[in-house]
């Protein structure tokens, strides 16, 4: 059997309208300490990113009104936005959804926060959940 593509977990991304409020919570109820936190004027959003073991919950604000992530707490509120999986080499994990017929929002991987190489899959691809592939 083959190695699959995904290596693991990177994080579990959460919209949130007040990021200050969102890190206290976590740090108060969970003992939760912000890793990093990075404003990505591309994406237009602001991130906090707390670890867990080897992953992250990342909290997601926009920063402005036309970002994707504005627009999803325009329409569905605060909650789950996506799920980023680490892999090896985001161009061919990019490359393989496309090989299987599937739409991706990201048509070559791009610079993401702290330095990754980042790509978006369409969550009608995958059984509705946004996937962000992650290459450190």
């Known amino acids: 059997m083959s190695e699959g593509l995904l290596t693991e977990i990177d994080h579990v991304a959460i919209a949130v309208v ?5 890190i206290a919570w976590y740090q108060e109820v969970f003992g939760a300490t912000v890793a990093h936190r990075e404003r ?3 994406d237009g959003v602001e991130e906090a990113l707390l670890a867990v073991a080897d992953s992250y919950i ?10 994707p992530v504005a627009k999803y707490l325009a329409n ?16 061919a994990a990019l490359q393989a959804v496309k090989d299987a017929g599937g739409r991706v929002i ?3 991987p791009r610079p993401g926060s ?4 980042v790509a978006f899959i369409h969550p009608k691809t995958s059984f509705g959940t946004l996937i962000e592939l992650v290459q450190e």
Do not use: F, M, N
């Open 18 to 22: 007040d990021l200050e409020a969102a």
């Open 114 to 117: 702290r330095g990754t190489t």
């Open 40 to 42: 990505v004027e591309s």
């Open 58 to 67: 990342q909290l997601l604000t926009p920063i402005r009104e036309d970002s």
């Open 76 to 91: 569905r509120g605060e909650g789950l936005h996506h799920v980023g999986y680490r892999v090896a080499d985001c161009g």
């Open 106 to 108: 990201d048509e070559a």
